[in-house]
């Protein structure tokens, strides 16, 4: 079984920065994408970052410029460094894994964190 855990939300006010991570544990030899979505209040789930592990990235637009997406292969680890946060920033985030290889089998779908708070006051 795989699990994501994810740390680094917070309360911050507008303009701040906040650092998440995301880290997978359980039997994983590699892990295609790793990424972030969140969901605020009344609206639907949404892709923030994701990358691919061999570095390619894809960012929402109203994120571009502000957030940054890396990830530790070594670790299995993937981190959302923030930027410039925006009230419309806050919401529940939500790490995302797929095309995660065991080294003998491949874990069919797609594995979520439990999600962290993020709150940007104005």
């Known amino acids: 079984q795989v699990q994501l855990v994810e740390s680094g939300g917070g309360l911050v006010q507008a303009g701040g920065s906040l650092r998440l991570s995301c880290a997978a544990s359980g039997s994983i030899f590699s892990i295609n994408v790793m990424g972030w979505y969140r969901q605020a209040p009344g609206k639907q789930r949404e892709l923030v970052a994701t990358?691919?592990?061999?570095?390619?990235?894809a960012y929402a637009d109203s994120v571009k410029g502000r957030f940054t997406i890396s990830r530790d292969n070594t670790k299995n680890t993937v981190y959302l460094q923030m930027n410039s946060l925006k009230p419309e920033d806050t919401a529940v985030y939500y790490c995302n894994a797929r095309g995660i290889y065991s080294g003998t089998f491949d874990y069919t779908g797609e594995y979520w964190g439990q999600g962290t708070q993020v709150t940007v006051s104005s």
């Open positions: 990358m691919a592990r061999g570095g390619s990235t």
